[in-house]
């Protein structure tokens, strides 16, 4: 059984929606994030809410999205999580709010980026050691 025709374009229409408005907010958590990292701040439960509030509060996000689809990355009321200074730590949750796992996905990229300068680095310390006096 299909859907009618005008009706599975209003879903296609939605989904397409839905879609800008996740890249649209994935942007703004990390450049939020960004800011933190560059600073070499750790992310803690504190910090995850205040990105979390300063995306959703971002004017130029409600500006190109409406109501319910701004009301669609809100995390519900009745999921708490801490709210201390701890390092945050999900296990292997993968139930996340939307601009907590942007954010989290953030701050594991730069450490993979930060992993990888350091390997090159010792990789390149170690082809000059090996040339010896520099030839």
């Known amino acids: 059984m299909s859907?009618?025709?005008?009706?599975?374009?209003?879903?296609d229409l939605a989904a397409l929606r839905?879609?800008?408005?996740?890249?649209?907010?994935?942007?703004?958590?990390?450049?939020?994030?960004?800011?933190?990292?560059?600073?070499l701040?750790?992310?803690?439960?504190?910090?995850?809410?205040?990105i979390e509030a300063e995306a959703l509060a971002d004017l130029g996000f409600a500006?190109?999205?409406?109501?319910?689809?701004l009301g669609l990355f809100q995390r519900p009321g009745d999921l708490a999580w801490p709210e201390t200074d701890e390092t945050v730590d999900f296990g292997q949750s993968n139930?996340?709010?939307?601009?907590f796992a942007f954010a989290v996905s953030a701050y594991e990229?730069?450490?993979q980026?930060?992993?990888a300068s350091r390997q090159q680095a010792r990789r390149n310390d170690?082809?000059?050691r090996a040339r010896g006096w520099g030839g």
């Open 63 to 69: 500006s190109r999205h409406d109501a319910l689809m």
């Open 18 to 39: 839905f879609q800008a408005a996740a890249r649209d907010l994935e942007l703004i958590v990390r450049n939020i994030a960004q800011r933190y990292i560059a600073r």
């Open 113 to 115: 980026c930060a992993e």
């Open 95 to 99: 139930a996340l709010p939307a601009v």
């Open 109 to 111: 990229r730069a450490a």
């Open 41 to 50: 701040v750790p992310l803690t439960w504190r910090l995850l809410h205040a």
């Open 126 to 128: 170690a082809m000059r």
């Open 3 to 11: 859907l009618p025709t005008e009706l599975r374009r209003e879903h």
